[in-house]
């Protein structure tokens, strides 16, 4: 197994795009930075950058499967967004079941005293967070194989 990677987590929303990086070694994941989703060529600006400056190798994508585990029509939606993504940065993408994972950001901020209705972008990013941190662990228990497979690319 590669021992350095570079990945960006996305938590994809309809209005805003939760990024997260991690360190080089693939620990500890953080989050960076809340992005406008709706102006598509704007937000490819700022993505290409922190590629770059990061050196990226790999999307992870925050799949926000139903309750009961089936693949319902929001994330089918991130499905497409995604596929977009990985064309136009020319990027591997992995999905990572990210259900509750708002739900967890925002829980971190009531233990912190801070609002989540006040603080969305921060909610956004902690949740990219938790999904990449989730990608990571799963991969240095084996359990995901880098660069994804073409199943997670096609999913």
Not at 136 to 146: H, M, N, S, V
């Amino acid at each position: 197994m590669k021992t350095t990677i570079s990945a960006l987590g996305l938590d994809i929303g309809r209005r805003r795009i939760g990024v997260a990086g991690c360190d080089r070694t693939g620990l500890i994941a953080t989050g960076l930075t809340t992005l406008d989703a709706k102006v598509f060529a704007e937000l490819i600006a700022e993505l290409r950058s922190l590629v770059a400056e990061r050196e990226v190798e790999v999307l992870v994508v925050g799949l926000p499967y139903s309750m009961n585990g089936d693949i319902g029509p929001q994330a089918r939606q991130v499905q497409k967004f995604a596929r977009r993504l990985s064309r136009t940065l020319d990027l591997p993408v992995d999905y990572v079941d990210e259900r509750l994972t708002s739900v967890e950001a925002e829980q971190m901020l009531h233990a912190q005293r801070i609002s989540p209705s006040r603080h969305k972008g921060l909610i956004d990013r902690k949740a990219a967070a938790l999904i990449l941190q989730q990608w990571l662990d799963e991969r240095r228990q084996g359990l995901r194989a880098f660069p994804p497979t073409s199943d997670s690319e096609n999913d």
